[in-house]
């Protein structure tokens, strides 16, 4: 089991353009997450997905851009990268059986925009 | 508006001592409560949770303590080691939201003095 894995590992943006981060999840748990990090800061949702076909904006969706085509995929897109997007991006799953559901995390994309 | 608080950015306690991280939050929908540990270059792993139902759960060196009427929570870890220097997530979730939502306090890093 890999867990949930994100690539790239490290990214530099100029302003203005786009990417796409990738994530993906061999646990076969229904829903997924993205988050930042800024430096000091918890982690903000970005947007999530409770399942195929199906999401949702988080606290802080503004420039990006989602999509759930499987269940084990979850990219997360920027268009037109800004400098206030710099930051740690984590991707995340769980699986919703009761309980407190944890969630588990990649070990994130650090993105650089200038 | 932080629902998720970690007043204190640092705590550094001796090998073998008790290491206890603080937490509070304002609202009274949170359910769960959850702990995650995040080494640097690393994505959060969980740790332990508590219902909001109980006062206390218990894993092995780790215990977590809920004070539901001063909405607070903290984390014991006894005895400490040097590989809990890391940096400790407080989460909370929303039972409106159920699994989608998670709010995170700012972290409190944990150095632990051999």
């Known amino acids: 089991n890999a867990g949930v894995t994100q690539t790239p590992k490290f990214r530099i943006l100029k302003i203005g353009q786009s990417m796409t981060l990738q994530c993906t999840q061999d646990?076969?748990?229904?829903?997924m997450y993205w988050y930042r990090q800024d430096p000091g800061m918890g982690l903000k949702l970005i947007y999530y997905?409770?399942?195929?076909?199906?999401?949702d904006k988080g606290e802080v969706p503004n420039g990006y851009n989602v999509s759930r085509s499987t269940t084990e995929d979850f990219p997360l897109r920027l268009e037109l990268a800004a400098p206030s997007q710099t930051s740690v991006y984590f991707c995340?799953?769980?699986?919703?059986?009761?309980?407190?559901?944890?969630?588990?995390f990649g070990p994130g994309t650090r993105l650089t925009v200038t | 508006d932080q629902q998720v608080k970690q007043n204190s950015p640092s705590l550094s306690v001796q090998e073998g001592r008790i290491s206890i991280l603080n937490c509070d939050y304002t609202?009274?929908?949170?359910?769960?409560f959850l702990w995650y540990k995040k080494y640097p270059a690393e994505g959060p792993t969980f740790l332990i949770s508590?219902?909001?139902?109980?006062d206390k759960n218990e894993d092995g060196r780790f215990t977590v303590f809920l004070n539901k009427s001063a909405k607070h929570l903290s984390l014991h870890i006894v005895p400490s080691q040097p590989g809990d220097s890391a940096v400790y997530f407080c989460?909370?979730?929303?039972?409106?939201?159920?699994?989608?939502?998670?709010?995170f306090g700012t972290g409190t890093r944990l150095t632990i003095i051999p």
């Open positions: 997905s409770v399942g195929a076909g199906i999401t």
């Open positions: 995340a799953s769980s699986y919703s059986i009761g309980g407190a559901a944890e969630q588990y």
């Open positions: 989460a909370a979730r929303n039972k409106d939201f159920g699994n989608e939502k998670l709010t």
């Open positions: 508590i219902s909001s139902i109980k």
């Open positions: 646990m076969n748990h229904n829903y």
């Open positions: 609202n009274s929908m949170f359910d769960y």
